[in-house]
T-cell receptor, first 114, second 114 residues
Framework: NAGVMQNPRHLVRRRGQEARLRCSPM?????VYWYRQLPEEGLKFMVY????????ESGMPKERFSAEFPKEGPSILRIQQVVRGDSAAYFC????????????FGPGTRLTVT | AQSVTQLDSQVPVFEEAPVELRCNYS??????LFWYVQYPNQGLQLLLK??????LVKGINGFEAEFNKSQTSFHLRKPSVHISDTAEYFC????????????FGTGTRLLVSP
């Protein structure tokens, strides 16, 4: 059973460009979470999605960031007009359900904004 | 809102010595608790979880953690560490009525030397 897949693993963008991060959950998992890890910090929750629905986006910056989890295909985290402060590792996790079910993490996408 | 405190940012220890990594959480309602390990440039791997069953939880790689409700703690222990245990360790707690999000501590870097 393949784990959570994320691509690309590394992404370099110039200021003002768009960044698209993809996440394929584990087989059978319909819950997807995105977290951001800034240098020397822990992970911070961004958004929780189920298929075609955003359930909780309380951790998402109000502007430039969006996420989706379509019926078919991977979940996408999109960052428009990136700035240097967006440089971080972005992790996707998936779970089979909530209520304490563990979240399985992907290897992350390391975004560098130059 | 939940918060997680990992007081030790770094713990140096010699190989085969015991180790304890401390974690305290803020909620008065026992949530679900997790310990994750992150090796350099990798995603997070679940070590163990507490879901209101036994207070002593055994995980992978010889780690265990004890849930202490009165002290709101969930410290991670290993009786004898190996060089390969060198990594970043994160304590996390669920938040939200559906326990969707994880709130992470800032992490503890375990450095095992020969």
């Amino acid at each position: 059973n393949a784990g959570v897949m994320q691509n690309p693993r590394h992404l370099v963008r110039r200021r003002g460009q768009e960044a698209r991060l993809r996440c394929s959950p584990m087989k059978g998992h319909s819950h997807v979470y995105w977290y951001r890890q800034l240098p020397e910090e822990g992970l911070k929750f961004m958004v929780y999605l189920q298929k075609e629905n955003i359930i909780d986006e309380s951790g998402m910056p109000k502007e430039r960031f969006s996420a989706e989890f379509p019926k078919e295909g991977p979940s996408i985290l999109r960052i428009q007009q990136v700035v240097r402060g967006d440089s971080a590792a972005y992790f996707c996790a998936s779970s089979a359900s909530t209520q304490g079910y563990e979240q399985y993490f992907g290897p992350g996408t390391r975004l560098t904004v130059t | 809102a939940q918060s997680v405190t990992q007081l030790d940012s770094q713990v140096p220890v010699f190989e085969e010595a015991p180790v304890e990594l401390r974690c305290n959480y803020s909620s008065s309602v026992p949530p679900y608790l997790f310990w994750y390990v992150q090796y350099p440039n990798q995603g997070l791997q679940l070590l163990l979880k507490y879901t209101s069953a036994a207070t002593l939880v055994k995980g992978i790689n010889g780690f265990e953690a004890e849930f202490n409700k009165s002290q709101t703690s969930f410290h991670l222990r290993k009786p004898s560490v190996h060089i390969s245990d060198t990594a970043e360790y994160f304590c996390a707690v669920t938040e939200g009525t559906g326990f969707q999000k994880l709130v992470f501590g800032t992490g503890t870097r375990l450095l095992v030397s020969p």
